[in-house]
């Protein structure tokens, strides 16, 4: 046999090494998922068990997720309603027999959405460029201005609507400003990743002929930008519809308030009417948001 030259015997010590290396990596990467896995599962009571009364009154005890998943489907079943072909469409009319104040409401829901995007927007696209890598003056605007936007994000809009409701009352004010400050920490952290895998070149270009930074924001980031704020924004306005019809809860308009009530006095149909309204609302505007994504990108790709 023709003997190996040592430049290829190096290189085969230095791939078994480092096939070794990545093997210990691994396996040791899947044993810190799994013992984080089993601390979280533990943590969050995956692993608690319960006393459970059979059905001849005996006394088990049983995992509590296996012993509790009978009850949601018990709790499923409670929100159907009761429709038989025959009178069908009477049946409906009882199950949707508050209708018009549904959707006044649902009305209400979409329009404090749209609001706290419109509010949204402008504010997460002010603060992006200043909480870009790539676009900010120095290091204190750029770590000032993500601070910021990590805490209007990380707080829940539960909680701001909370804080809002105290401040201002009961109503939409109170749930557009907390949806609306949320957004805007969402909107403004994917809007400034968008900002810094922006081509530099046409930047450097501006700068270089003597153009300001807001300049180079205006004619080198921004058209480069504009197709993904856009996209980032209708995905937005789709989450901020669903947020709107939960924040009712604490008092700041929308479906929410409905959902509340029928839960306090166990109206479980009136439950599955309104999830069935949110639902149908939720998949008309996804649908419409994608056409007009897919759109603006065809768009894009054509240059136009």
């Not at 088990?60 to 018990?74: D, N, T």
């Not at 070149?201 to 080198?220: N, P």
């Not at 309104?274 to 994608?290: A, G, H, K, W, Y």
Request: contains cysteine; neutral net charge.
């Amino acid at each position: 046999m023709t003997a190996l030259s040592p430049a290829i015997e190096q290189f085969e010590i230095n791939y078994a090494a480092a096939r070794k290396s990545a093997l210990r990596t691994s396996r040791l990467s899947i044993i810190l998922f799994a013992a984080c896995f089993l601390g979280a599962s533990w943590i969050g009571g995956f692993f608690d068990m319960t006393d459970v009364t059979l059905p001849d009154g005996a006394r088990v005890s049983m995992w509590k997720i296996w012993a509790g998943l009978p009850r949601l489907g018990e709790y499923l079943y409670k929100t159907l309603p009761v429709l038989h072909w025959e009178t069908l469409g009477t049946d409906i009319a009882n199950w949707f027999w508050r209708w018009k104040v549904w959707l006044e409401l649902l009305i209400e829901t979409i329009l404090i959405a749209y609001m706290a995007t419109f509010l949204g927007v402008i504010g997460a696209f002010l603060l992006s460029f200043p909480a870009s890598r790539n676009l900010a003056p120095n290091d204190f605007v750029l770590n000032a201005t993500r601070r910021y936007l990590e805490i209007v994000r990380t707080v829940p809009e539960l909680v701001w609507a909370l804080i809002f409701v105290f401040c201002f009352g009961v109503g939409p004010l109170a749930g557009v400003l907390a949806i609306g400050l949320h957004a805007t920490g969402a909107l403004g952290k994917l809007y400034s990743e968008a900002n810094e895998n922006a081509d530099m070149r046409q930047v450097e270009g501006i700068k270089a002929s003597g153009g300001s930074w807001f300049d180079q924001v205006r004619y080198g980031i921004v058209p480069q930008v504009v197709p993904n704020i856009i996209s980032y924004t209708l995905l937005r306005f789709e989450i901020n519809v669903r947020a709107s019809s939960i924040i009712g809860f604490v008092g700041a308009g929308g479906l929410g308030q409905e959902i509340r009530v029928a839960m306090s006095l166990q109206e479980y149909t009136d439950l599955s009417a309104l999830f069935l309204i949110i639902f149908v609302t939720v998949i008309l505007i996804d649908t419409i948001s994608e056409k007009v994504r897919h759109r603006i990108i065809g768009l894009t790709g054509q240059g136009v």
